[in-house]
């Protein structure tokens, strides 16, 4: 049987931080990623508050609004993909459980330590 994942993620902290974050591999189909990405949030009830590209960095940033608060979703130039909560951890863990729940997701195990 073949497999429906698309991408994999890890639910982590950020380096040096206890605040979580979602940090998504594209799996080589970064547009794709983005777009199945913003179908969740908009279906999770999140508006799309702003999109700003930062040329000089070549990043995306896709602010988000829930009743919750506010989250960030970047895109970098090397087309690596975080998620993070704006003091929301709330939303990021929401979206964890929406991910693994989603065939297009796998979630991998992390050893919170190496992120000290």
């Known amino acids: 049987m073949k497999s429906t994942t698309k991408y994999s993620y890890k639910l982590r902290p950020g380096y040096g931080s206890k605040e979580l974050l979602l940090d998504i591999d594209c799996k080589g189909f970064p547009d794709a990623l983005q777009n199945d990405l913003l179908k969740i949030i908009e279906d999770a009830n999140f508006t799309v508050i ?8 070549d990043q995306l940033l896709f602010e988000c609004k829930s009743k919750n ?32 729940e989603n065939p297009l997701f796998d979630k991998l195990d992390v050893d919170f330590s190496e992120y000290k």
């Open 69 to 100: 608060g506010t989250i960030t979703i970047t895109r970098d130039i090397w087309d690596l993909f975080f998620v993070t909560g704006n003091d929301n951890q709330r939303d990021i863990m929401r979206l964890d459980k929406l991910f693994s």
């Open 50 to 57: 702003g999109v700003r590209d930062l040329w000089v960095n």
